[in-house]
Nanobody
Framework: QVQLVESGGGLVQPGGSLRLSCAASGSGFNLYNMGWYRQAPGKQREMVALITTRGFTNYADSVKGRFTISRDNAKNTVYLQMNSLKPEDTAVYYC???????????WGQGTQVTVSS
């Protein structure tokens, strides 16, 4: 079992930055591919950024060049650095862990990000 707790969300003006953190408890963090997803009101949840156990990354086209995902296996934590934020980035952001072999998946409770002037 893996428990995920996101933090770092909040209200920010357009053009601003936020850094989200996702702390994982349980064993074997380094065996999980990690991801950030988001869900805006009335929309489906969508992938934002992924990072594999080996550190390979993938981003949604809408955030490429603005967001950076990283992980610290010693701290059991994955981060999402978000720069040049836009109002359309407003959503609840969720952390996901998926085992790289067995593919069992876990979700955090989400953290709200609001981009508004």
């Amino acid at each position: 079992q893996v428990q995920l707790v996101e933090s770092g969300g909040g209200l920010v003006q357009p053009g601003g930055s936020l850094r989200l953190s996702c702390a994982a408890s349980g064993s074997g963090f380094n065996l999980y591919n990690m991801g950030w997803y988001r869900q805006a009101p009335g929309k489906q949840r969508e992938m934002v950024a992924l990072i594999t156990t080996r550190g390979f990354t993938n981003y949604a086209d809408s955030v490429k060049g603005r967001f950076t995902i990283s992980r610290d296996n010693a701290k059991n934590t994955v981060y999402l650095q978000m720069n040049s934020l836009k109002p359309e980035d407003t959503a609840v952001y969720y952390c996901n862990a998926r085992h790289y072999i067995f593919e069992n998946s876990y979700w955090g409770q989400g953290t709200q990000v609001t981009v508004s002037s």
